[in-house]
Nanobody
């Protein structure tokens, strides 16, 4: 059973930067077989996909974070990262990682981790 552990969140001022990490407990084959994504869920809102990265490393971003966030993956370590810069208060949310298809009905996401809280406030 795959496990996801997110870390690296915290409190940051508007305009600041933060990197969150996700450790995926899975075989190398399983990890490298999937495109991955970072999601976030703000209070009272639905969980949304903000960045995804293909098996080969190509990235796609939601318009709300394009140009400010960078997703990356380290296949040797089963890790996926989200570098966030120029943070805004509206980026405040709990951040999660999973397969990039995790919110698509009928798919089989990995069990969700506990997420990591990112709070952008002065």
């Amino acid at each position: 059973q795959e496990q996801l552990v997110e870390s690296g969140g915290g409190l940051v001022e508007p305009g600041g930067s933060l990197r969150v990490s996700c450790a995926v407990s899975a075989t190398f084959f399983t990890f490298t077989s999937h495109a991955l994504g970072w999601y976030r869920q703000a209070p009272g809102k639905q969980r949304e996909l903000v960045a995804e990265i293909s098996r080969g490393g190509s990235a796609v971003y939601a318009d709300s974070v394009k140009g400010r966030f960078t997703i990356s993956r380290d296949n040797a370590k089963n890790m996926v990262y989200l570098q966030m810069s120029s943070l805004k208060p509206e980026d405040t949310a709990v951040y999660y990682c999973n397969k990039n298809s995790a919110l698509v009905p009928g798919t089989s996401p990995w069990p969700w981790g506990q997420g990591t809280q990112v709070t952008v406030s002065s």
